[in-house]
């Protein structure tokens, strides 16, 4: 069974139709036990760190989240999920995240231009990424491919070799990031159709222990 995070984020629904079009049973949850006993978890969010982190510290899963890593349960992080992994977000003034990775979520400058073209914040629409490293959650993954984002903040590890993705919108910002039992990726899988689908179902069969080098 796949645990989905219910801490009232948002986006659900989405997540769970996606994994049972893939043939895998995903229940959204704000149960601990189920959390827990889950073979896999995802962690979705839209909105904003603060609010979520308050969410989630309410709801006690904060700290099922962190049992659920160091059990080595495979966790999938997706957008806001991937940003308040860290210890920290520039969202709301300020906002201290999980922990279980070192580094900060960073918001996009306000001068953000590309080719002398000034660029909208939030980055929305689609996007490639470019692999910097194998991971069996991204096997298969054409470079070409594009993925649908939709974020004003974007991730940034305090050691940039846990980025096995990254992505260009006016700088370049990591946007698959991975670590043991541990994926995240900023952008929407759900969302982006057969090339979001095929990374969905890459996750549904990983057993968190076999990173490629």
């Not at 910002?173 to 982006?192: C, G, T, W």
Request: hydrophobic share 40%.
């Amino acid at each position: 069974m796949i645990a989905i995070i219910d801490y009232e984020a948002g986006n659900l629904t989405s997540v769970q139709r996606a994994v049972y079009h893939l043939g895998f049973e995903g229940t959204v949850t704000q149960d601990p036990e189920k959390i827990l006993q889950a073979d896999r978890v995802i962690f979705p969010g839209v909105g904003a760190a603060g609010a979520a982190m308050t969410d989630l510290r309410r709801l006690n899963l904060d700290q099922v989240l962190r049992e659920a890593h160091h059990r080595g349960t495979p966790i999938l992080g997706i957008c806001l999920g991937t940003q308040i992994i860290f210890e920290f977000s520039e969202e709301d003034g300020g906002t201290p995240g999980l922990g279980i990775l070192d580094g900060r979520t960073k918001r996009f400058p306000p001068d953000l231009t590309e080719n002398g073209l000034k660029l909208k914040v939030p980055h929305m629409g689609w996007n490639q990424i470019r692999l910097a490293g194998a991971h069996p959650v991204l096997k298969g993954v054409n470079p070409d491919q594009e993925f649908y984002f939709v974020h004003s903040y974007y991730p940034a590890p305090a050691d940039e070799r846990l980025a096995v993705g990254w992505t260009e919108y006016g700088l370049t910002f990591a946007s698959v990031i991975a670590r043991d039992n541990l994926v995240a990726v900023q952008f929407h899988p759900e969302k982006s159709g057969r090339p979001g689908l095929h990374i969905l179902k890459n996750f549904c069969r990983w057993d968190g222990k076999h990173a490629e080098s």
